[in-house]
């Protein structure tokens, strides 16, 4: 089989030789997003993988129909980069990976909330100009007194929630659906309560039209003064002006994302700072705020995974074959 693999990056390729050595089938990787642009490279392939930040619209479907491909393996776990009603219009079969290391994600998730309530941003910044004093970044909190509000007890979600319960905190889950494995460590509860209660709050949602902009000024309304908020799921959960309101007025005691609405613009890419999007510049000024290049998923055990799950998931469904990851209507 010939499999087109769209936006690889270079960490990926040992993972791909070392699959083709072990399958048989032969991966042709192009460093390009699949697009309307780039369609046509998938035309003599039997089927394409890709990971992206950016849409693959409409029109890509219908040109990919008339290819004779059946199918797009998305190496991530966000599908909202796909068109679900055009893929299935055209009977094109889709694939995410849900699972290639939810742990990773979880714990960059904890590694920035310990930099929050170290106040380790300060503290840099302060020592860089010679400040040793203790009082530069302030006192600290301990993580076994905080309640911490975990949106989506997905598998990220859960993961996370794991993590905490160990260390002694107080996880309060928010999730339509409930899995009663999760009751040792997490405590289910409405979101409006578990918005008056969380010290921390931590996003684990897809973006779909129930999340998108769920965080917005009502959201604000609810939450305790001096919440800390984390965002490692999708920008476009949160409204980044609220953010920004609620930094600035301390209602937000400081937050942590890897992801923003507009990250596409700049993530990923180097760049002066000068040219940073106005709201990005603005939020890398506070002391509280941290943002990260959408790296919480990036370790060799997650590159492994997408990759190698992914080109599997391809493979079994062109073959007309069934995999868990497979996305349905």
């Known amino acids: 089989m010939k499999i087109l693999m769209y936006n690889t990056v270079s960490d990926e390729m040992p993972y791909v030789e070392k699959w083709t050595e072990k399958t048989g089938h032969e991966v042709v990787t192009i460093d390009q997003p699949l697009n309307e642009t780039t369609v046509d490279r998938a035309k003599v392939f039997d089927a394409i993988t890709t990971q992206q930040t950016t849409a693959i619209n409409a029109p890509v479907y219908a040109q990919l ?17 796909l068109d679900l009603p055009e893929a299935f219009a055209h009977n094109i079969r889709l694939s995410n990976v849900a699972a290639y290391s939810p742990r990773a994600i979880a714990e960059y998730t904890l590694t920035q909330l310990f930099n929050l309530i170290r106040h380790n941003k300060k503290f840099d910044r302060a020592m860089n100009k010679g400040d040793y004093t203790w009082a530069a970044g302030g006192q600290a909190r301990e993580i076994h007194d905080l309640t911490v509000a975990v949106i989506g007890v997905g598998r990220i979600g859960t993961a996370l929630a794991e993590m905490l319960h160990a260390m002694g905190a107080t996880v309060l889950g928010v999730d ?3 899995r009663a494995q999760n009751e040792p460590f997490v405590t289910y509860t409405t979101l409006d309560d578990a918005l008056s209660r969380a010290d921390v709050i931590s996003f684990h949602t897809p973006l779909n039209d129930e999340t998108r902009y769920m965080a917005d000024e009502n959201f604000f309304d609810k939450i305790q003064p001096g919440t800390i908020m984390l965002n490692f799921a ?3 959960i949160v409204d980044m002006v609220e953010l920004e309101k609620a930094l600035e ?6 937050a942590a994302f890897d992801v923003t609405p507009n990250e596409n ?7 002066d700072v000068t040219a940073l999007p106005a709201d990005v510049k ?13 790296i919480a998923f990036y370790t060799n055990t997650a590159i492994k995974n ?10 079994t469904m062109v073959n007309g074959g069934v995999t868990e990851n497979e996305i349905l209507r």
Do not use: T
Request: no cysteine; aromatic share 10%; hydrophobic share 45%.
């Open 65 to 81: 129909a008339q290819f004779n491909i059946k199918q797009i393996a998305i190496r991530q776990v966000g599908y909202d980069v």
């Open 176 to 178: 339509p659906i409930y």
């Open 234 to 236: 999708r920008g476009e």
């Open 249 to 254: 007025s301390k209602l937000l005691a400081g």
């Open 265 to 271: 613009d700049f993530m990923n890419q180097k760049q």
């Open 282 to 294: 603005r939020l890398i000024e506070y002391d509280n705020f941290l943002l990260s290049p959408h």
């Open 306 to 315: 997408m990759v190698e799950m992914a080109l599997n998931d391809a493979v």
